[in-house]
């Protein structure tokens, strides 16, 4: 009977057989990973030295969730031993661990990831330039283009000083 053995980015002999198994982020190998909103992550699982002949059993699943819920989950099967995962036009709610399952003789292992997905700040409006008068009040307003994931914190400063009221 063939062990299969999950490992990240190392080799073990076990029975006579190299077994490796990893899970790499945009070709490195990585446990995590932070995309801005929009973007593309693409994530390649891999189980190597089995018998060309063996037929493991593999899977992405989202952790506390269904990987399909946005549909901008894309998995497929290359061949027998590797499987990707493309999420495109990532959002907050593609954020979350995914975990790659490979199985093989009654025997399974598992590796996962963490990707977060951030909404990058913009300003709502450009730079503009304010003539001041010496001893007068100036009103400077910063606009903050509204957030999904959460309510930025705007404050204002000097120079390294934070300005308060």
């Not at 490992?7 to 899970?23: D, G, K, N, Q, T």
């Not at 990707?115 to 409006?125: G, P, R, W």
């Not at 001893?135 to 930025?152: E, H, T, Y």
Request: neutral net charge; proline residues 3%; aromatic residues 8%.
């Amino acid at each position: 009977m063939t062990k299969l053995l999950v490992l990240v980015s190392s080799l073990c002999l076990i029975s006579s057989i190299y077994a490796e198994f990893r899970v790499r982020l945009d070709g490195s190998s990585v446990r995590s990973g932070q995309r801005p909103v929009g973007a593309q992550a693409a994530v390649m699982c891999s189980v190597a030295g089995l018998d060309i002949n063996l037929r493991p059993g593999m899977t992405w699943m989202k952790v506390g969730g269904n990987i399909a819920s946005t549909g901008n989950v894309v998995v497929n099967k290359l061949d027998h031993f590797h499987l990707s995962m493309i999420i495109t036009n990532g959002t907050i709610e593609d954020s979350g661990v995914y975990t790659c399952r490979a199985s093989y003789a009654n025997e399974t292992k598992h590796e996962s990831l963490d990707i977060h997905f951030f909404e990058e700040l913009k300003f709502a409006s450009q730079d503009q330039p304010v003539n001041a008068v010496a001893g007068a009040d100036v009103n400077i307003s910063c606009l903050i283009s509204p957030m999904k994931s959460m309510q930025p914190n705007v404050f204002w400063q000097k120079g390294y000083a934070a300005i308060t009221k």
